[in-house]
C-alpha cells in the first residue's frame, strides 16, 4: 500500500535507520500505521500528541542470561527477554516464544501486534511478548525442566498477575508452562494466576488449549456467513500441526470442512480422505514426533519434504497457522490459480505483504491475524478472571463466550473498515478498530508513557 502521509513515512524511516535489522518489525509497523492514514485525518490528536511515535517504543525491554545444565552435565547459555510493549488498556499480557530464531525483532514484531490484537478482544489487557533462542526440539523432559526453571529464575522479577501475565507461544506448550509455573510458585511462595495456559490441575480454564485455533475458525465462519456460506463441503489446507493448527483443523472438521493436508517445519502430509486429526495430535502432542509419521498408519497420505508444498495443494480455504511469513507470493499465486477462495491466519503475521496485496487484488477473501488468531489470548484473560474469582468454568461456557467474542471482533472491524473507506479491507478494519482503543487510552493518560 502507497503511503502518502509524510509524517507516517517519517516515522518508518527513522525505526529502519535505527534499528536497520529488525526487518519483521518493519514489515508490522508498516502495515499498520499505512491503515491508519484516513483515521489521522478525522483524529489529528494522534500526531499532535505523538501517539504513533510513543505507540512503536515498547514500554520496557529486559534481555537476560538463561544458563542451564543439559543431562550430560554440560552448561549451556541461552538468551531470554521479555518485551513488555504497551500497558495503556490493561496488565501486559501475551506469549513466550521458544524457538532457534528468537531475536529482538521477532519479539517487538509479535509485541507490536499483539497491542492491537488484545485490544480488539474488548477484553483489558496490555501487550507483552517474550521467550528464548532455547529449542526445546530433541532436549529431554528433564532439560526442559532445567532450562524453564532457569528461565523462570529470572523472569519472576519482572511479571505478576496484575503486571505480567505470559502464555505460550512457539515451542511453549503445557509442558513448559508447568515447569515455568511450578518455580514461580516456588520462588515467590504465591499461587496466582501469574501465567496462563496453565494444566487443569493446577488453576488452567477448560478449553483454554483449544481456544485459537476454534477461535479462529469461528472467526471464518462469520466471514463465511456474510457471504452467505458456510464450511459445508469445503477443502482446507492447515500449515503446522501445532497447538493452534490442530484445533483449527478439528473445528474446521466439526463444521463440515474437509482438512487434506497439514506440515510441520520438516514437510507436508496430504491425505485425499481427510486428514485424521486424532493421529495428529498422537504424534504431536502424546509421541512429539514430526508429521511424516502421519502416513505409517494412514495409507493413501502422501508425505512432502517441504513444508511451502502445503500451498501447492488445491483448496477452498488455506489457514497458515505455523510461523510468520511462511506463506508468500509465489504461494500466494499458486492458491489463487487453484481457484482458493479464503485465507484467514492463524499464526502471527504468516502472509507477506506481497501475499496479502495479492489475495486482495483476486478478491480472495483474507482474514488477517490480529483478528483470527485474538481467540487464543482472550481466553487466556478468562483464566485471569477464573484465578481471580476462584471459580471454575465449564467448557461450554467458554466455548459460548469464545463465540460472542469472535462474532464480536468480525463486526467490529468489518465496521471499521466501511467507516474508513477500505470495503472489503478486515486488515485496515482490525488495524484501525484495535489503534482506537489503545490510542485513546494513552492520550487519556497523558504523555509521561
Ligand atoms: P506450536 O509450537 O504448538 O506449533 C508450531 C507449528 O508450526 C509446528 O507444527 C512447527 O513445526 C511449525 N513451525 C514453527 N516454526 C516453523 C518454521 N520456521 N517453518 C515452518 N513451520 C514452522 O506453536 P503454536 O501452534 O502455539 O503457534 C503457531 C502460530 O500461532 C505462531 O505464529 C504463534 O505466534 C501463533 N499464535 C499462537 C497462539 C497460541 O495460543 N498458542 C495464539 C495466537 C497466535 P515444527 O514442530 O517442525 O517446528
Ligand atoms: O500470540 C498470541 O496471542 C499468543 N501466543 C497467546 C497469548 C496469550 O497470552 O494467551
Same mark, same amino acid.
Given at each position: ?246 484445533? &483449527? =483443523?478439528?473445528?474446521? !472438521? @466439526?463444521? +463440515?470442512?474437509?482438512? %487434506? *493436508? ?5 514437510? /507436508? ?61 509465489? &504461494? =500466494?499465486?499458486?492458491? !489463487? @490459480?487453484? +481457484?482458493?477462495?479464503? %485465507? *484467514? ?5 504468516? /502472509? ?98
Amino acid at each position: 500500500m502507497q503511503i502518502k502521509n509524510k509524517n507516517i513515512k517519517k516515522i518508518i524511516e527513522r525505526v529502519v535507520k535505527k534499528d536497520p535489522l529488525e526487518k519483521e518489525f518493519h514489515q508490522a509497523i508498516g502495515e499498520v500505521l499505512c491503515s491508519l492514514e484516513p483515521l489521522l485525518e478525522k483524529c489529528p490528536e494522534y500526531e499532535d500528541f505523538a501517539v504513533l511515535e510513543r505507540i512503536i517504543e515498547p514500554e520496557r525491554t529486559v534481555i537476560f542470561r538463561v544458563s542451564w545444565m543439559d543431562d550430560k552435565g554440560k552448561v549451556h547459555v541461552n538468551r531470554g527477554m521479555r518485551i513488555e510493549f504497551n500497558s495503556a488498556i490493561g496488565p501486559y499480557k501475551g506469549g513466550l516464544r521458544f524457538h532457534p530464531s528468537v531475536n529482538v525483532g521477532i519479539m517487538k514484531f509479535l509485541g507490536f501486534e499483539q497491542i492491537f490484537k488484545n485490544s480488539l478482544t474488548g477484553l483489558p489487557i496490555g501487550s507483552g511478548k517474550g521467550g528464548s533462542d532455547f529449542d526445546p526440539k530433541g532436549k529431554s523432559d528433564t532439560e526442559v525442566m532445567r532450562f524453564c526453571q532457569s528461565f523462570m529464575t529470572e523472569l519472576q522479577r519482572h511479571i505478576g498477575p496484575n503486571t505480567d501475565i505470559p502464555a505460550g507461544d512457539i515451542g511453549v506448550g503445557p509442558r513448559e508452562i508447568g515447569y515455568m509455573y511450578g518455580q514461580y510458585r516456588r520462588l515467590r511462595n504465591d499461587f496466582t494466576g501469574v501465567l496462563t495456559g496453565k494444566g487443569l490441575s493446577y488453576g488452567g480454564l477448560l478449553a483454554r488449549k483449544e481456544a485459537t485455533g476454534f477461535g479462529l475458525i469461528y472467526f471464518v465462519r462469520e466471514i463465511l456467513k456474510d457471504k452467505k456460506d458456510t464450511f459445508e463441503g469445503k477443502t482446507v489446507t492447515v500449515s503446522g500441526s501445532g497447538n493452534v493448527a490442530i484445533y &483449527a =483443523a478439528q473445528k474446521a !472438521i @466439526e463444521l +463440515g470442512g474437509k482438512v %487434506v *493436508a497439514m506440515s510441520d517445519s520438516d514437510g /507436508c502430509v496430504f491425505d485425499s480422505k481427510g486428514i485424521d486429526i486424532e493421529t495428529v495430535k498422537k504424534i504431536k502432542e502424546v509421541e512429539r514426533k514430526r508429521i511424516k509419521e502421519y502416513t505409517k498408519s494412514h495409507l493413501g497420505s502422501k508425505y512432502y519434504e517441504n513444508c511451502k508444498g502445503i500451498w501447492t495443494i488445491k483448496t477452498d480455504i488455506a489457514l497458515p497457522c505455523a510461523t510468520q511469513n511462511e506463506l508468500d507470493e509465489k &504461494a =500466494a499465486k499458486t492458491l !489463487i @490459480e487453484n +481457484g482458493c477462495r479464503l %485465507v *484467514a491466519e492463524g499464526a502471527n503475521m504468516p /502472509c507477506t505483504p506481497e501475499a496479502i496485496e495479492l489475495f486482495q487484488k483476486n478478491s480472495v477473501l483474507f482474514g488477517p491475524a490480529k483478528a483470527g488468531n485474538a481467540g487464543g489470548v482472550a481466553i487466556s484473560t478468562i483464566e485471569m478472571a477464573q484465578n481471580n474469582s476462584h471459580y471454575p468454568w465449564t467448557f461450554e461456557e467458554v466455548d459460548t463466550k469464545l463465540q460472542e467474542i469472535m462474532t464480536n471482533i468480525y463486526k467490529n472491524i468489518k465496521k471499521a473498515s466501511l467507516d474508513y473507506g477500505f470495503e472489503n479491507n478486515l486488515v485496515a478494519g482490525a488495524n484501525i478498530a484495535g489503534f482506537v482503543k489503545v490510542a485513546d487510552a494513552m492520550l487519556a493518560q497523558g504523555v509521561s508513557h
